[in-house]
């Protein structure tokens, strides 16, 4: 049986890189475009910070949990963009304030029911080591 489904509050951007390779092997820009939008649950996982002249890095690890549908051609690579209002038109580049960005490291499909999609991905937080 498959567990509970949790619940999906969250309405996220998710974007992938327009970047491509040419004859050199140079990747470009990576400039970002809507793959799709879906409502998800963010869960924070565990976290850690590294502080190098009076600037800190912060990084979390989130397990984020969405429908198969939703999410089924979702890869690694890609971003997920957040932010409480669930507005994403316009989106403001570059992305400050209330938004949140979360790189995806790892995407778990359930291959066999078909339920839901478990992403695993990175938030970086910029602080001044203050």
Known sequence: MPPPAMRRTNLVLIQETGAGLDRSGW???KDWTEH?????SINPLRGRE???????LGTVTHDIRGDWLDLKDVSDGMRIVFVETGIYDPLP?????DYRTFDIVAVMRDEDEHNDVLLKAEEKLYGDGA
């Open 36 to 40: 799709t939008k879906a409502w998800v």
């Open 93 to 97: 580049e570059p992305l400050t304030g």
């Open 50 to 56: 590294v502080t190098r002249d009076a600037m800190s």
């Open 27 to 29: 990747t470009g820009n």
